[in-house]
């Protein structure tokens, strides 16, 4: 018998090759059905879910870059007029929201002819038409969504603001402030319409939450240029000692104020918090602050000097906590973002290490020219433990992500997380690396345990070492990250079916912290009654 005829059972020679084959096919083929089965999952709801356009829509809603978003608004309304005879104005609404400033009046047209009672259309198009100069036209649009909405006086107070430019005279304030006058005197919320949505995506999440914020700001803009202008018209006649009728406009401009600020609260506990109501209310304590500060001058000396300068200063106070809040903000749904990132990135960096271990170790054992004798060596219990365990603290620690989000936003908690997961990665890792080293008997004991125990069989021998070691290792990566992958579809499934979302669809998850502006508004509100 020649040296080359040599096997050694300790390095998996004369081992069961058929059983330890189907194995590791069946390992495969559940680690790929398990990749594909989520992969699948995730593609028929992007994909396949909805029609063309509703699709692009969706993916139009969540773009937080405009020029993006208008593309594939784009695209949804050319698709949309060529499979419908009458265009759907909710597309074409979106567009207009996001259009390029020579086409935005053209395309809210276009979508408000096909939908001319959404009052939250003719809202938003008459903002932008004041805004463009055409404030007739603008008014028109406030009228009708008055009489669309028949429960919402913010039309009323729109007209208003819009009044004085559309006349001859604008410095006749009489009619706008009759308007003024007319809102104030009803019983009317002052209710700021909601931003373009699906209804299959959550109204929830810090994009949602900032494109309501915006579209806030957006609609309180006429609001505060009518009364700064009304304000300086008060402090130059005050100025000139000419105070005739001053103070009840004034008182109406601070009611108006108050209705708008107070209008930031929704009443109804059905529904869920809506963001934007520190910008609203900001904005008519602002109001409140111009008004009540020319009032206190026209009645210095008189009695109610010191109940306005207290109720001046509850009003700054005010102010002072909600722009506080305003500017924290963006601090605030920055960590939100990177704490909902934290577990795809440790996910996904873990898996592209696993790979390229794999990767590495299989070019080790090509090299090494293992072939396939040392397959049907087992592995102790010892390493299956240690892949077992360790794959499910990496599906625990997943799970912990979503059920502890709220402590993850803390650096402490973050910084414990990460520390965890790297230290079982290590492990995994680092276990596999050595392990070999604890289960082969090294090559001079294989040898010397056979009769003929020279030289070329020790180096024989030595050579069978390396390819077993070899194949172990491109067997225990393999095994890790199969293992890997199916823990990551597992959670990936769990959290799709736990918070109905996807772990990358951070727009949606991330809080935009409408609770906590909710729970401020009301606070500062009841402060100031």
């Keep these: 018998m020649t040296v080359q005829e040599i096997h050694f059972r300790d390095y998996g020679h004369g081992g069961d090759h058929i059983g330890s084959r189907r194995t590791r096919r069946a390992f495969r083929y559940c680690a790929t059905a398990c990749v594909a089965f989520t992969a699948i999952l995730c593609f028929s709801e992007q994909f396949l879910r909805h029609e063309q356009t509703e699709r692009l829509y969706i993916i139009a809603l969540l773009q937080e870059n405009p020029s993006a978003a208008r593309a594939f608004l784009r695209q949804a309304v050319k698709i949309d007029a060529k499979q419908r005879e009458v265009a759907t104005p909710k597309y074409l609404d979106a567009l207009a929201g996001r259009e390029e400033d020579d086409l935005v009046l053209s395309t809210y047209q276009s979508a408000y002819t096909l939908d001319p009672e959404n009052a939250s259309l003719a809202i938003r198009f008459g903002c932008r038409l004041a805004q463009d100069g055409w404030f ?67 109204p929830r999440g810090y994009w949602y939450a900032q494109s309501r914020r915006q579209l806030v700001l957006d609609l309180c803009t006429p609001l505060m240029q009518y009364a700064n202008y009304v304000c300086g018209e008060a402090e130059q006649a005050i100025s000139q000692g000419r105070v005739q009728y001053w103070d009840s406009w004034l008182e109406r401009i601070e009611l108006m104020g108050r209705r708008v600020a107070e209008g930031a609260i929704v009443h109804d506990p059905a529904k869920p918090p809506l963001a934007g109501g520190a910008e609203q209310a900001l904005a008519g304590i602002r109001i409140q602050i111009k008004a009540l500060s020319l009032r206190e001058r026209i009645l210095e000396g008189g009695t109610s000097d010191a109940s306005a300068a207290t109720r001046l200063k509850q009003l700054e106070e005010a102010a002072r906590r909600l722009s506080l809040f305003s500017d924290e903000l ?7 973002k990177r704490t909902c990132r934290l577990p795809v990135r440790l996910s996904l960096q873990t898996l592209a290490l696993v790979f390229l271990i794999y990767i590495l170790a299989c070019i080790l054992s ?44 803390q650096e402490t908690w973050r910084g414990a997380l990460i520390g965890a997961w790297r230290l079982l990665v290590t492990v995994i890792l680092a276990y596999g690396v050595i392990f070999p080293v604890f289960m082969l008997p090294l090559p001079k004991n294989v040898a010397g345990a056979l009769e003929d125990a020279s030289v070329e069989v020790l180096s024989q021998a030595r050579k069978q070492y390396r390819c077993a070691f070899t194949v172990f290792w491109r067997r225990y990566f393999g095994i890790v990250l199969g293992s890997l992958a199916m823990a990551i579809c597992a959670w990936i499934i769990c959290h799709r079916v736990l918070a109905s979302l996807y772990p990358w669809q951070i727009q949606l998850l991330a809080s935009g912290f409408a609770k906590d502006e909710t729970r401020l508004v009301i606070d500062v509100l009841s402060s100031l009654r």
């Design 330 to 336: 963006p601090a605030r749904i920055a960590r939100e």
């Design 366 to 409: 090509r090299l090494a020219c293992t072939g396939k004798q040392a397959w049907t060596m087992p592995h102790t219990s010892a390493t299956r433990s240690i892949l077992a365990f360790g794959v499910a603290g990496v599906f625990f620690l997943l799970m912990l992500t979503w059920v502890f989000h709220v402590p993850l936003s």
């Design 136 to 202: 007739n036209q603008a008014i028109e649009l406030f009228q009708k969504a008055a009489e669309n909405d028949p429960e919402n006086a913010l039309p009323v107070y729109l007209e208003a603001s819009v009044q004085p430019w559309a006349e001859e005279n604008n410095k006749d304030l009489r009619r706008s402030l009759a308007l003024i006058a007319k809102a104030n005197s009803s019983e009317l919320d002052v209710r700021f319409p909601r931003p373009m949505w699906s209804s299959d995506l959550p």
